[in-house]
């Protein structure tokens, strides 16, 4: 195993990746981040350097941390924020994971302002690694031009924000004449172009990096092969458009099977569960360029038609794992329940079993688990502890908003039991014989969802809608283990994040 180190500087600088100049808040300067690239079994050093002028830190997504629990980058859950103008080391191994994941400001809604980077674990044992030629990543996000933290007052409200435009790889165009005057804005700024040489044969890895957009990605006149989801191998499984809701990842192997021309990759937003505004934005594009193709012709609009359900993830019939394992019964039962409604002061909130987490930005719970002192956590720290190794818990949650939520589990992967509609979950339609192992599933607008996990990570693990909502409180934390956590030792630079002068 290799140790990697990645230097990141995070600060504002002015950016145009839609021809639209705003500042962003970047990872070295640019948008996307740069790309986190190692082996299995490597370790991860992450020097941040905070010069945003506003706390920070950053969450490798989809990463376990077992055995470095502060590491998960959660302000108010496993740490306490990096104070501007001070540097944070981020120094953990991936020992048993491969795959696609990514790394992002877990600060606020930062990563919508692009605290955002690619993270790929190779694998030496790759089962499919013989069945492609060259790897490409497709990064995919709606694109805001307006300040994230600005955005989300307004959006729980009636008129809420729609995106104004979408990117791939942090590119597209915008039709300035939208943008309001006195702005800096240039028409076609250029979309992102992919290379193909023809007959070779491509692993796209995709992350969907959006702050509250599900797309349907496709490539015009290209079959692609599911092999992997968010570090599980699935079955090879032929589709035309593939479903990605936000901190999702897929691969998936591509084939330059067709005539030598251009082709237009689509991401396309999925509109029914975005606001009523959103029905006018285009889809979001990019330029698939075969070796010997004219440069600059415009590429014929051939898009795939095939139905697929909005709002919903990739169907389990779609999604089987490679390598079946014996799924465990499960010993304890809990059960979520999420609406939204106002607070006692009147403000819209996010509720879980009518709780609305509220973070505690000066401590965090995992310092609470080291004080002893966790059996005080007021209601709003949205709680749950789970005491015995090996213990298997099914979440059911039940949504009875008309939103629908993609939910990411810190520390873990789950067993996707199964989705359904209504606010019952239908425990006869769960599938236990080879369900998928993944970390951010979506449940559905008025419908629900059951995962199935087993305790062995010490740790304080976030369970949120990586949506706006999780800073409106759909936000849980899963306290694992806490005598283990207790016998292990935190750096000391990591308790010295709450002790520092904060602004
Ligand atoms: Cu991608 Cu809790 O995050």
């Known amino acids: 195993p290799k140790t990697n180190t990645f230097n990141l500087v995070l600060k504002k600088v002015n950016l145009a990746p839609d021809g639209f100049t705003r500042i962003m808040s970047t990872i070295n300067g640019q948008y996307p981040g740069p790309t986190i690239e190692v082996n299995k079994g490597d370790r991860i050093v992450m020097n941040i350097r905070n010069e945003l002028e506003d706390p920070t830190s950053i969450h490798a997504h989809g990463i376990f941390q077992k055995g470095t629990p502060w590491f998960d980058g959660v302000p108010g859950q496993t740490q306490c924020e990096i104070p501007s103008d001070y540097e944070f080391t981020y120094n953990f191994t991936v020992p048993d994971q491969v795959g696609t994941y990514w790394y992002h400001s877990h600060d606020l809604m930062q990563y919508v302002d692009g605290i955002v980077g690619a993270l790929i674990i190779h694998d030496p044992d790759d089962p499919y690694k013989a069945e492609y030629d060259e790897e490409i990543l497709v990064m995919l996000t709606d694109y805001h031009h307006t300040e994230a933290q600005i955005l989300l007052n307004s959006f729980l409200t009636p008129e809420r924000d729609v995106p104004d435009n979408g990117l791939i790889n942090g590119k597209n165009n915008y039709d300035c004449s939208k943008a309001p005057p006195g702005s800096t804005c240039v028409d076609n700024a250029g979309l992102a172009k992919f290379e193909f040489v023809s007959n070779k044969r491509y692993r796209l890895r995709i992350i969907n990096t959006s702050a509250f957009s599900a797309f349907f990605f496709s490539i015009d006149k290209h079959v692609m092969e599911v092999i992997e989801v968010e570090g599980t191998y699935t079955k090879r499984n032929k589709i035309h458009r593939l479903p990605i809701n936000v901190g999702q990842r897929y691969s998936v192997i591509v084939t330059a099977d067709q005539s030598v021309d ?49 709002c919903i993830d990739l169907i389990p019939e779609t999604l089987q794992p490679l390598y079946e394992e014996k799924v465990p019964e499960a010993t304890r039962e809990i059960i979520h329940e999420i609406a939204f409604h106002k607070d006692s002061l009147g403000i819209d909130k996010a509720f879980i079993n009518g709780s ?22 007021p209601a709003s720290e949205n709680a749950f502890t789970f005491n015995t190794f090996g213990e298997v818990v099914d979440i059911y949650f039940i949504n009875t908003d008309e939103g629908e939520h993609p939910i990411h589990m ?94």
Request: proline share 7%; charged share 20%.
């Open 410 to 503: 810190h520390g873990h992967q789950f067993w996707l039991l199964g989705i359904g509609n209504g606010t019952v979950v239908d425990k006869t339609a769960l599938n236990t014989v080879n369900p998928i192992k993944r970390d951010t599933s979506t449940i559905p607008i008025s419908g629900w969802s059951a995962l199935r996990f087993v305790v062995d990570n010490p740790g304080v693990w976030g369970h949120h809608c990586h949506m706006w909502h999780m800073q409106v409180g759909l936000v849980m934390q899963l306290i694992e283990l806490p005598d283990e956590i207790n016998k292990l030792s935190p750096p000391e630079e990591w308790a010295e994040l709450c002790q520092l002068k904060r602004y």
């Open 356 to 377: 609305t987490y509220v973070p505690n930005l000066i401590s965090s719970t995992l310092t609470k688990v080291f004080e002893g002192t966790t059996a005080n956590l």
């Open 262 to 310: 251009n082709y237009i990759m689509r991401s396309e937003f999925q509109k029914k569960c975005m606001p009523d505004g959103a029905i006018s934005l285009p889809v979001v594009t990019a330029i698939v360029h075969y070796d010997g193709a004219p440069e600059d012709s415009v590429p014929k609009d051939i898009p795939w038609t095939d139905f697929l359900e909005e």
